[in-house]
C-alpha cells in the first residue's frame, strides 16, 4: 500500500510542476509562489481537520521545518536554474532521494537485492529524465553547489517530516504549508517584484496548489506506512510525469535521454514494488 500511496505522491508532484511550469510562463515567479503558497495553506488546514485523529503542536511545527527546508531547497534550486538547468535539475533530484535512502538505510531499513536494484535504476532515471538533452553539461562549480544545496533541503524536509507522529497526519503537512506561506506574505511589502498573479496564471496555481498539497498528504501516509527509503525514491520519480505531461498537451520532443529514463522509471518501479 504505501508503494501505491508513494507513486500516487509522484504523479500529483509531477501534475503540479507540469502546471506550476505553465503558471510562471503567464505571470512573474514571486507572484506565482505567493498565491501557490496561500493556497497550499488554505487547502491543507481543512484536509487536516477532517483526516487527522489528533493535533499535536509538536508535530506542526516539524511539518513547519520541513517546509522550511523544502522552501529553501525550492531557492537554491530556481537559483541554479537561471545558470545551468542541465546540471542543476538533474543534481537536485538525485541528491533528494539518496540523503533519505541513505538516512532510512543507516536507522536499519532493509532492502531486497531486487529493491535495491530498483532505487539505483530510479536514481538513474531522475537524472535521465530531467535532463532535458538540450545542453552539454557542464561542470561548473556555482550549478553543482545549487543543485547540491536544493537536494539537501528537499532531502532533510522528507527525513523531517517521517519523524511525525501517524496519528496527526496531515497536521505536519499543514505545517510545512502555513509557516513558508507566512514568511512569504511577510516578505510582500518588502519585495521589489509583483505580488498578484496575472488572471491568465491563476488557474494553474490553483491546480498546482491543491495537487501538491494532495501529494505532500499522499507522501507522509506512505511513509506512515512504509520506508523512509523507498517512499522518498518512487515519489521523486515525479519528472518522469511532468514530461509525459509536456509530451501529451505541448507537443514537446522528448530527448532521447528523457526517452530512456521513463522505461528505467518503469523497470524501477517494477523492481522496487515486486521485491
Known sequence: ??????LLAALFWGFAAFAGG?????SHLFSVLVLDQILAALFSIPLAFFIADEFLFR??????????????GVAFFYLGLRTNMVTVAPIAGVAGAFLPLLWGLALGEHLSLLQLFGVVLGLLSIVLVSASGRGKLNLQLGP???GLLAGIGFGFGYIILDSTNPSTAPWPIAGARVVPATLIVLAIAKAPWPAIASTRARPFIVGASFADVLAAVLFLAALNSGLLSISTVLSCLHPAVTVILARV??????????????????????MITAG
Open 1 to 6: 500500500m504505501s508503494n501505491t500511496l508513494a
Open 22 to 26: 505553465q503558471a510562471a510562463r503567464r
Open 59 to 72: 508535530d506542526f511545527l516539524i511539518g513547519g521545518a520541513s517546509g522550511l527546508f523544502g522552501s529553501a
Open 144 to 146: 553543482i553547489i545549487n
Open 249 to 270: 498537451f505541448l507537443r514537446e520532443r522528448m530527448s532521447a535521454s528523457q526517452s530512456v529514463g521513463l522505461v528505467a522509471a518503469l523497470a524501477a518501479i517494477s
